[in-house]
Nanobody, 121 residues
Framework: QVQLVESGGGLVQPGGSLRLSCVASGSIGSRRVMAWYRQVPGKQRELVAAPTVNDRTTYADSVKGRFTLSRDRAKNTVYLQMNILKPEDTATYYC???????????????WGLGTPVTVSS
């Protein structure tokens, strides 16, 4: 069983920054990777940042240039550095475990409980 725990969310002003963390434990597996999603009430969950081939990362167009995915393999932890935050970034952010298939991230049914981010003045 895989357990994922997100942290780091909170209230921030527009233009501010936050760093989210996701710690994985249990049977994570050596070939699993982790990605970040977000969800607004009433909307479907959106892929924000995910690993692809050659240690690259794909980002949603709405966050490209502002968000950065990184990882600490020794700690089984992934991070999402969020800069120049906008009100439209307000959402609950979730960590997901999955694999990369043919250069595309494919999520598995492992989720954390999410950490809320509110961007408001």
């Amino acid at each position: 069983q895989v357990q994922l725990v997100e942290s780091g969310g909170g209230l921030v002003q527009p233009g501010g920054s936050l760093r989210l963390s996701c710690v994985a434990s249990g049977s994570i597996g050596s070939r699993r990777v982790m990605a970040w999603y977000r969800q607004v009430p009433g909307k479907q969950r959106e892929l924000v940042a995910a690993p692809t081939v050659n240690d690259r990362t794909t980002y949603a167009d709405s966050v490209k240039g502002r968000f950065t995915l990184s990882r600490d393999r020794a700690k089984n932890t992934v991070y999402l550095q969020m800069n120049i935050l906008k009100p439209e970034d307000t959402a609950t952010y979730y960590c997901n475990a999955g694999t990369v298939v043919a250069g595309t991230y494919v999520g598995q049914n492992y989720w954390g409980l999410g950490t809320p981010v509110t961007v408001s003045s």
